[in-house]
């Protein structure tokens, strides 16, 4: 057989090319493996370091980590009883000076927003015409009282005359009766006078209250007139000063029986923002009825108001004092707190840890509540940072180390708490498979009075033993 009817050879196949395809499913295979051993081993390792540390990343055994917290010491003090409600700044008094006569302003002797005392000149009208008045008057008594004296002097001798049986007896009653409108005639021109003379002194307006004058309605040169509306000045008294305020109907019974009893009850006034202390005063009186639509009563108390910082109409807060507990247990009001059973306090034990304590309050003041039962003077109790405790939990007061001992500790507390330490250092080393040179670790010796860091580092090593086994693997794979 020639080279031409010989039939061609086959194609030669590498024995490795024939295993490729059962080599790259055992690759791949094998890849899969070594991530879900790492992943497992990943997870073992998370889980055993939860349940180490206990369920919140606290300290270990499951204990609850200590929470720094702040505390106040229950005191006693008088606890006053107070009823607050809002008032109104309402002057004693208010004067419209208007002027008693008419005339042009001559002078002006005050200015605007000033302090007058009673019976200070505020301004002059021009005088001269009352002056003539007065002059005139004068005169007309004058020609009057002469006439008087004429008709006695006449009635004298008439009289003189009837003795010796001279004249009439009727000129004589005529003549005493000339003498009598006489007496009158000359009693009106006195009356006109001083008429005239109090109109001159009315020309002169004075302050009639003491007190702070308003804004100046009238300008120099102006005419006013008797009874103007506007007047010519303003005045308003500021010291003493009222408040005005509103009651509820059933503090009625509680105010009168203390007025009743001779008490004087201490009122006070703040701002509208209730942080400035605008005065001190006594409570006055109670209105005479009750406001059938609201429910309250008018109430009145009166403040010397030395410095000027009342002002009429002015909005403010009252806090009248109705009675005083005397020597009361308090504590500040964030201490106190409000379960399903009621109320309760957390008290700070000597051993630092915090236990739940039922309380009953009494009367409660700005910032301060008082304790009628289940709390002692002197204790300690929670005012922040309760919301993360429970009964029984160990606490931390500010300024203050962490108890010795406590587990994880790194604060300076003695031996237990510096050999926690070195656990915890040594727990890390373990995670890592290899321990720092001259650690006890490292030798297979634990720390003294901590043993349990040195097991979870042991468990920790060999844990990355295995997952660095895993990885050489897989390179030799690849």
């Keep these: 057989m020639n080279d031409v009817d010989r039939p061609a050879d ?41 349940a180490q540390n206990g369920p919140a990343g606290g300290f270990g055994g499951g204990r609850r980590p200590s929470a720094t917290v702040a505390f106040a010491v229950a005191t006693r003090a ?31 002797y005050y200015r605007e927003g000033q302090t007058v005392k009673s019976g200070q000149p505020l301004l002059q009208i021009d005088p001269r015409p ?12 004058a020609r ?22 001279s004249i009439a007896k009727q000129d004589v009653e005529t003549q005493e009766a000339s003498v009598k409108q006489l007496i009158g005639v000359v009693a009106a021109d006195q009356a006109a006078l001083e008429t005239a003379q109090l109109n001159l002194a009315y020309s002169k307006v004075v302050a009639p209250i003491s007190g702070r004058v308003g804004l100046r309605p009238v300008d120099l040169g102006n005419y006013v007139t008797a009874g103007d509306a506007n007047g010519v000045a303003t005045i308003t ?10 009651l509820p ?10 007025l009743s009893a001779g008490a004087q009850l201490p009122t006070t006034v703040l701002d509208r923002t209730r942080t400035q202390k605008l005065g001190m005063g006594q409570f006055l009186t109670l209105d005479n009825q009750i406001d059938s639509q609201t429910g309250t009563v008018r109430a009145k108390a009166r403040f010397d108001n030395p410095d000027g910082v009342l002002f009429p109409n002015q909005f403010v807060n009252v806090q009248l004092q109705l009675d005083m507990v005397k020597q009361a247990i308090v504590v500040p009001a964030a201490a106190i707190r409000h379960g399903p059973q009621g109320e309760f306090v957390y008290v700070v034990a000597q051993d630092n840890t915090a236990h739940v304590r039922e309380v009953k309050t009494g009367v409660a003041l ?30 931390r007061l500010p300024g203050q180390q962490r108890p010795e001992g406590a587990p994880g500790s790194k604060w300076k507390g003695g031996q237990g708490g510096q050999q926690n330490a070195q656990g915890q250092r040594r727990h890390r080393n373990g995670a890592q498979g290899a321990a720092p040179a001259g650690d006890g670790a490292q030798q297979g010796q634990p720390a003294s009075g901590n043993t349990q860091p040195s097991e979870q580092a042991a468990a920790q090593g060999q844990s990355g033993e295995r997952r660095r086994s895993h990885r050489a693997a897989a390179q030799d794979a690849g």
Excluded: M
């Design 237 to 246: 008294q500021l010291q003493p000063i009222d408040v005005v305020f509103t």
């Design 130 to 141: 009352f002056q003539l008045a007065i002059d005139q008057a004068r005169a007309q008594l």
């Design 78 to 108: 008088d606890v006053p009883i107070r009823v607050e409600a809002l008032g109104t700044v309402t002057p004693i008094a208010t004067a419209v000076v208007r002027p008693q006569v008419s005339g042009v302003i001559k002078d002006i």
């Design 10 to 50: 086959p194609p030669s196949v590498h024995p490795d090319e024939l295993r490729s395809p059962l080599s790259s499913r055992a690759k791949s295979l094998l890849i899969v493996l070594l991530c879900l051993g790492l992943l497992g081993g990943l997870g073992w390792y998370f889980s055993h370091r939860n």
């Design 144 to 165: 009057d009282d002469a006439e008087l004296d004429n008709a006695r002097v006449i009635l004298e001798r008439n009289q003189t005359l009837l003795a010796q049986d």
């Design 366 to 395: 700005d910032d301060r509540a008082s304790v009628t039962s289940g709390l002692e003077v002197g204790e300690r109790v929670v005012t922040e940072g309760g919301d993360r405790l429970a009964d029984g939990s160990t606490v």
């Design 249 to 258: 109907a059933d503090n009625v019974i509680p105010v009168e029986k203390r």
